[in-house]
């Protein structure tokens, strides 16, 4: 089946450091590829996504490449802030069938903390 | 903008009674998500609805059943509530068909389950 493997955390940084989350997936076919974030006690919000092979997703300072040839989607930013301190959720959406069976399959979440 | 609304933001029950959970839909979205997320865990997807039809279903256990209306919102009602029930249950909303749009996720409903 489809699965999503990030880093386990926690990551923890000092603020202006560079960020590397990664995240791989194994699904059959070209699934849609996702970075959500979650704040402390909010729900999920989308940060950035990829539809197919070598596009680079980007938001607020993030970013994100789908390498087929790695099934990878690593999330890197190159100078974080205490802001940022959040649970990242890498995610992948596997399209088949037609229809509206577009279900998020989720990674177990990395925790980042951001020291000033 | 309009977000995904969810209601009740917080829910204490006890061992064996029932719940119901209400999502609103971001307006024009037709399909809605629920997942259910353990503390410390990722979300897993429970089941989801198009144009009000069941469209897919994931690790839902039998004592949950859910259905979407015709304004579009959607209940998730748990009946026989287990201590392991106790989670962030987040709808998420997206217009259907071919999967071009993302999901947009409410803030989430807490239930504890005493």
């Known amino acids: 089946g489809n699965s999503v493997t990030q880093m386990e955390g926690p990551v923890t940084l000092s603020e202006e450091a560079f960020l590397t989350i990664n995240c791989t997936y194994t699904?059959?076919?070209?699934?849609?590829l996702f970075w959500y974030v979650q704040y402390p006690g909010e729900g999920l919000q989308l940060l950035l996504k990829a539809t197919k092979a070598d596009d680079k997703g980007s938001n607020k300072g993030f970013e994100a490449t789908y390498r087929k040839e790695t099934t990878s989607f690593h999330l890197e930013k190159g100078s974080v802030q205490v802001s940022d301190s959040a649970v990242y959720f890498c995610?992948?959406?596997?399209?088949w069938g037609g229809g509206s069976n577009y279900k998020l399959t989720f990674g177990k979440g990395t925790l980042l903390t951001v020291n000033p | 903008a309009a977000g995904v609304i969810q209601s009740p933001r917080h829910l204490i029950k006890e061992k064996r009674e029932t719940a119901t959970l209400k999502c609103y839909p971001i307006p024009r979205h037709d399909t809605v998500y629920w997942y259910q997320q353990g503390p410390g865990q990722d979300p897993q997807f429970l089941i989801s609805f198009y144009e009000k039809m069941q469209s897919d279903k994931g690790s839902i256990p039998d004592r949950f059943s859910a259905q979407q209306f015709s304004d579009y919102h959607s209940e998730l009602n748990m009946s026989s509530l287990e201590l392991g029930d106790s989670a962030l249950y987040f709808c998420?909303?997206?217009?259907?068909?071919?999967?071009?749009?993302?999901?947009?996720f409410g803030p989430g409903t807490r239930l504890t389950v005493t």
């Open positions: 998420a909303s997206s217009l259907g068909g071919q999967g071009l749009y993302e999901q947009y």
């Open positions: 995610a992948l959406r596997w399209e």
């Open positions: 699904a059959t076919g070209y699934p849609s």
